[in-house]
């Protein structure tokens, strides 16, 4: 398997901290933090919810794992399959905050976007001025008759 058949630390990222910083919570609650080595910069983006397998770092005092892997659904129904999956994350991937919150925004926002009628003829009358762009002259060319000769 790809996690060698030995029990993997298994860690649930809460924030980003920034500078390749995470803060994740442990299988027993802990928050701590985490970093991510140099192969994974710039390749991956990470999200708070996402699940991570880590190695402990034992000279660090604020940061105490790295990275090591990054679970993706498939890898987590494998872990769960083979009853290596922590208990206490069971729950939390069922249930999605974020998701809610985002459906609530976007009702609320079909619920205050204006209604726009199709009572006028193609009338720009209520359209605004654009003000992100300069007055610029309109110059025309025309021929002259001197090209003519």
Known sequence: ???????????KVVESKGNNLFS?????GHVTLCSMPPKFRKNVWIKRGD???????KEGKKVTCEMVHILYPPQIQDLKSDHLWP????ESEVTKPSDDVTKKSFTKYRSTKP?????SEDSDDSLEENVNQRNRPV???SETDSESD
Do not use: H
């Open 139 to 141: 110059v025309y060319l």
């Open 87 to 90: 208990a206490r994350f069971n």
């Open 115 to 119: 209604v726009v009628s199709d009572d």
């Open 1 to 11: 398997q790809w996690y060698q058949r030995r029990v993997p630390d298994i860690v």
């Open 51 to 57: 699940f991570l397998i880590v190695e402990s770092i």
């Open 24 to 28: 994740v919570e442990e299988e027993t």
